[in-house]
């Protein structure tokens, strides 16, 4: 009854076709959480050369002293980034990219850790 009662009230005083419902418990319809804001990223050290979470792959593969053109490489995409692993002989560097964590860089072989260098949200 207080549906139908509110609509004719809006019709009536709106003049137009226009409808206006109110449901149980207010109109509050939920809000967007706000998105962070991104965070710095952390640079860090690998073989004398620095590293952050802004240089592309191949930037970050220098430092290791191992050039894209000579690599394999395979992508893994998850829920919130990918994950691209490089190989050059034995070296193996593995480059996470994530909305949440930012950048994270898993190496193996001659140079061998793991950097994470932020950027995320």
């Known amino acids: 009854m207080k549906i139908l009662l509110l609509l004719s009230i809006t019709l009536a005083a709106a003049g137009t076709s226009c ?3 109110q449901y149980p ?3 509050s319809s939920p809000q967007p959480k706000p998105t962070r804001t991104p965070q710095p ?3 860090s050290v690998v073989n004398g050369k620095t590293m952050s979470a802004e ?3 191949e930037t970050i593969l220098a430092a290791f002293e191992v050039n894209v053109g000579s690599t ?3 992508v893994s995409k998850g829920p919130d980034g990918a994950t691209t ?3 050059a002989g034995e070296q193996k560097v593995s480059i996470t990219r994530s909305v949440v964590s930012g950048v994270s860089i898993y190496a193996t072989g001659p140079i061998t850790g793991d950097w994470y260098l932020g950027g995320g949200n």
Do not use: L
């Open 55 to 57: 240089m592309t792959d």
């Open 85 to 87: 692993t490089y190989q």
């Open 72 to 74: 394999t490489s395979t």
């Open 19 to 21: 409808i206006t419902v």
């Open 41 to 43: 990223s952390t640079p």
């Open 25 to 27: 418990g207010g109109n």
